[in-house]
């Protein structure tokens, strides 16, 4: 079963930069497409980007459009998002998660704990 692990998380001023990792352990990860979500106690959850499991097809959340970008390297099992002029809105936890395409469900099970970003001066 596949399963994914987040870091890069932190505290950065507003108008900083970020880089997030997803590493997967398990088999097939370029049978997956990868997204990121976030999410905190309170918040509602929201999809920020996702890849298709070739790397063909991106999309991102409007608020985050020209400002972050997703990539993926299947000979490392990783998906990374490069985050760009943060914003201290962009705060939340991250998590990334696996789906057999990118608009349909999240595989049970598939994402970890998650890693903090905090936009603050």
């Known amino acids: 079963q596949l399963q994914l692990v987040e870091s890069g998380g932190g505290l950065v001023q507003p108008g900083g930069s970020l880089r997030l990792s997803c590493v997967a352990s398990?088999?097939?990860?370029?049978?997956?497409?990868i997204g990121w979500f976030r999410q905190s106690p309170g918040k509602e959850r929201e999809g920020v980007s996702c890849?298709?499991?070739?790397?063909?097809?991106?999309n991102y959340v409007d608020s985050v459009k020209g400002r972050f970008t997703i990539s993926r390297d299947n000979a490392k099992n990783t998906v990374y998002l490069q985050m760009s002029s943060l914003k201290p809105e962009d705060t939340d936890r991250y998590y990334c998660?696996?789906?057999?395409?990118?608009?349909?469900?999240?595989?049970?099970?598939?994402w970890g704990q998650g890693t903090q970003v905090t936009v603050s001066s």
């Open positions: 890849i298709s499991k070739s790397g063909s097809s991106i």
């Open positions: 398990g088999s097939a990860f370029d049978y997956y497409a």
């Open positions: 998660a696996a789906y057999l395409y990118c608009s349909g469900p999240k595989v049970a099970g598939s």
